[in-house]
């Protein structure tokens, strides 16, 4: 009686043993890498007869068609990053990079970020908040916006966000004022 109750706890114990390692094996066969949302720079494009950069705002795919992007224009001039909107087809303000500029661009709206006012912090640095005072939890966020570094050919932006599961990561921007680069 004793050695079939050992027996069977053996047996019980073997099958626990086996479902967990079964289970992380799961875990551990999961890619999260697909799950994480990126930041980057990804090629130029001709719009409207100007060469502009192109954004990716979204989660990694394997196939960078499906991921969601934005056409971004850089003018060193006016020292004035812009968006393209789709729905009015033009380019909109949306960071103005003059040190002594204040303004605040409200609903800013990213690829699959949620959309955010972004107001000037510092000199180089643009905090993101919510346009109706408070993001809800699990939402995909950008935090803020810093200027790396600012020529007349290039601007080089690291935009800090986070993801549904507050995981913080960074994307770098490299953006060029294609009238000055030879690209």
């Given at each position: 009686m004793i050695k079939e109750k050992i027996i069977r706890l053996g047996a019980i114990r073997n099958?626990?043993?086996?479902?967990i390692l079964f289970l992380t094996n799961i875990a551990k066969g999961q890619i999260i890498e697909i799950y994480k949302p990126i930041v980057v720079t990804y090629k130029s494009a001709i719009l409207n007869n100007e060469k502009v950069n192109i954004g990716i705002f979204d989660?990694?795919?394997?196939?960078?068609?499906?991921?969601?992007?934005?056409?971004?224009?850089?003018?060193?001039?006016?020292?004035?990053?812009?968006?393209?909107?789709?729905?009015?087809?033009?380019?909109?303000?949306?960071?103005?990079?003059?040190?002594?500029?204040?303004?605040?661009?409200?609903?800013v709206k990213l690829g699959i970020f949620d959309e955010f006012?972004?107001?000037?912090?510092?000199?180089?640095?643009f905090i993101a908040k919510s346009p109706i005072g408070g993001y809800p939890?699990?939402?995909?966020?950008?935090?803020?916006?810093e200027i790396l570094s600012k020529t007349k050919k290039d601007l080089i932006l690291r935009v800090n966000f986070q993801d549904e599961f507050e995981w913080k990561y960074f994307g770098i921007l490299v953006l060029k004022d294609y009238k000055y680069s030879k690209e």
């Open positions: 099958v626990v043993f086996l479902a989660r990694f795919w394997e196939d960078t068609s499906k991921m969601q992007y934005e056409y971004l224009k850089y003018d060193s001039d006016e020292e004035i990053l812009y968006k393209y909107n789709d729905t009015i087809k033009a380019f909109q303000k949306i960071i103005c990079l003059q040190p002594e500029n204040f303004d605040i661009q409200k609903n006012n972004l107001q000037r912090q510092g000199e180089d640095v939890s699990h939402r995909r966020i950008v935090n803020s916006i």
